[in-house]
């Protein structure tokens, strides 16, 4: 009798074991499942060709023009949702925004070259429904136009440019933010250099000048009573902010 009952408990704990650990292979199954299809939609399958281009020389004031394919390279129509641009002056046209696999359309691209000189490189982004993102670089040089003694360094803030050098300062008060409204674009993410030169770590006073005074068409006067966005309080907070940075 003893026997029988141990036989059952010992049949009935083995079969337990089992299911419990079918059960936990089930769920172990479609996690990693989903983890791999989670995965593979995030992997980029279009890209800009060509990713560098080199427009060549165009005189300050005129319009440079570029035509860039959008090639998708996966399985499933792409769908574009956006082409950003470091600022206003550089333009894009999409052919269209639906690509079909192996398919490609064309993104022509129009920069405007007021106010720029010598070497400028400029980004443009393609952005999917999904959030992925391609990028290409164009480079050109600007040589100096007829009108360029006329403009006095100000060319930056009329026109379009204004969009992106004067209304984002308008109603910030801190350095970072006064920073990153007007100077980013140029002179990249906290000062640490880009289009222009490095920013941070400079001397404060230096700075004041040059934002006050400027240099020359490339690095006009940013204050206001020179015809730039900037308050004096602005001013000070800006240099003050970019001198306390960590070199």
């Not at 769908?79 to 046209?93: K, L, P, R």
Request: some cysteine; overall charge negative; hydrophobic content about 40%.
């Amino acid at each position: 009798m003893r026997a029988a009952r141990f036989f059952w408990f010992a049949l009935f704990t083995l079969t337990l074991a089992v299911a419990c650990t079918s059960t936990s292979e089930r769920q172990d199954v479609p996690q990693a499942g989903v983890a791999e299809v989670e995965t593979s939609t995030k992997a980029i399958d279009f890209q800009i060709q060509p990713q560098h281009l080199d427009v060549g020389e165009v005189i300050e004031g005129e319009q440079a023009h570029a035509r860039l394919f959008v090639r998708n390279t996966g399985p499933f129509p792409l769908h574009i949702a956006e082409v950003q641009s470091a600022c206003g002056c550089t333009v894009s046209a999409l052919g269209s925004r639906e690509v079909a696999p192996g398919g490609f359309t064309t993104l022509d691209v129009t920069i405007d070259t007021t106010a720029k000189g010598d070497s400028v490189e400029k980004k443009v982004t393609v952005v999917d429904m999904l959030g992925r993102r391609a990028d290409a670089w164009l480079s050109l040089r600007v040589k100096a136009g007829p009108h360029d003694a006329e403009m006095d360094g100000r060319g930056i803030f009329s026109g379009k440019c204004a969009a992106c050098h004067v209304a984002p300062a308008q109603g910030k008060v801190k350095g970072a933010e006064i920073y990153a409204a007007v100077c980013a674009m140029c002179h990249g993410v906290e000062g640490r250099g880009a289009y222009a030169s490095k920013l941070r770590g400079q001397d404060a006073d230096a700075l004041r000048l040059i934002l006050e005074h400027g240099i020359d068409r490339r690095m006009p006067a940013f204050s206001r009573e020179k015809g730039g966005p900037l308050t004096p309080k602005q001013i000070i907070e800006l240099t003050n902010w970019l001198s306390g940075l960590d070199e």
